[in-house]
């Protein structure tokens, strides 16, 4: 009987610990994601200017980019919804979107496995439109849910 109930403590005390350690897991990774903090076109792109950086406060590209395959950057940092809304003068642009990943250095670059995402880098193909007002709108994943938005004339 002594011996039955050691067994039963043991077994006890051993799935005690494993139930501990499944849930601390589950804790460690249901950490809450950044919320959206940052918007920024950061570059266009085009075969008449080659790349332009784009300063913060900037409202215009300096470059008159007008033509075709005009290409824009927009940095996100945090995380917005998979569904940002892109246009220029109104008419939807479709892009893809990389996550980016700081390092010690503070640098954003492409992420390696494992490395922390802090948000995201969008590509967007102008697809022959020329010129005009570009936006770029989304809304945080976290409450509360803050919409930001950013723009840039494109000449």
Do not use: W
């Not at 022959?128 to 938005?149: E, L, R, V, Y």
């Amino acid at each position: 009987m002594y011996c039955m109930k050691t067994r039963v403590i043991a077994v006890i005390a051993v799935i005690g610990v494993v139930m501990a350690l499944l849930l601390g897991a589950q804790n460690a990774s249901a950490a809450m994601a950044p919320r959206l903090s940052q918007l920024k076109v950061v570059k266009v792109e085009s075969p008449a200017c080659g790349f332009e950086n784009i300063a913060e406060g900037q409202t215009e590209t300096r470059c008159d980019h007008s033509g075709p395959s005009i290409k824009v950057y927009v940095l996100e940092i945090g995380y917005g919804s998979n569904s940002p809304h892109v246009a220029l003068d109104g008419f939807e642009v479709d892009g893809t979107r990389t996550p980016v990943c700081a390092f010690q250095t503070g640098n954003l670059t492409d992420c390696t496995p494992g490395a922390k995402t802090v948000g995201y880098l969008y590509i967007f193909n102008l697809a022959g439109k020329q010129d005009g007002i570009f936006t770029f709108s989304n809304t945080s994943i976290n409450a509360p849910s803050d919409k930001m938005s950013t723009q840039l004339y494109i000449k």
